[in-house]
């Protein structure tokens, strides 16, 4: 078994109390954060297979006024994501993964650059702010930009959205990952860069 399904498993094993409790938890540390100090554009993602719910926190993001996005696979740019925006009224179809995802026209979407928060999904993380994903690149691919931008200064920022057992010691970085800047767990909110 490789990392990422162990992780995958890990994650899979919580019972839905323990689910529903970090998500809580993590929802409370991230609305608390220096990230989210005043209303912006964020994108969440809907979460399946153990990942850490977003539930919670999209309704909490709406009640705080912040626009909410979700990734658009169906109308990759260049193998790149774009994101629409998401309210309670948005009309949802699936996209060839079965995802739902918002079906609005293309013309109002935004790219990657656009937002100024993303949580990124991800099947285990470390304390380096190293990730690894599904495995289908699509997040390391839409915020290349990033390798060439100081953090401080360029938008969004990446923060990782996840349950505090799927960390791990040490993850090999490859040249084209792209690393958190932060990330949001049910024990804390860790910052990177």
């Not at 699509?138 to 953090?151: A, I, V």
């Amino acid at each position: 078994m490789n990392l990422r399904q162990s992780c995958r498993q890990q994650r899979n094993q919580l019972t839905p109390r323990e689910q529903f409790e970090h998500a809580r938890l993590a929802t409370a540390h991230l609305l608390r954060s220096p990230w989210l100090q005043r209303p912006k554009r964020i994108a969440v993602y809907l979460s399946q297979d153990g990942e850490l719910s977003t539930e919670l926190l999209t309704h909490q993001l709406w009640k705080s006024h912040h626009h909410v996005y979700l990734p658009v696979l169906k109308t990759l740019r260049g193998r790149h994501m774009a994101f629409a925006r998401y309210t309670p009224d948005t009309p949802m179809a699936p996209n060839r993964f079965g995802i739902l995802e918002p079906d609005i026209p293309n013309h109002q979407h935004l790219t990657g650059n656009q937002l100024d928060v993303v949580l990124m999904p991800l099947t285990c993380f470390d304390e380096q702010g190293h990730r690894i994903g599904m495995g289908g690149g699509f997040y390391d691919r839409t915020f290349q930009f990033k390798r060439w931008l100081p953090s401080a200064h360029s938008r969004p920022k990446l923060i990782g959205w996840a349950h505090e057992c799927q960390k791990v010691e040490r993850i090999p970085s490859e040249p084209w990952d792209i690393p958190l800047e932060g990330l949001v767990s049910e024990k804390c909110l860790y910052r990177f860069r």
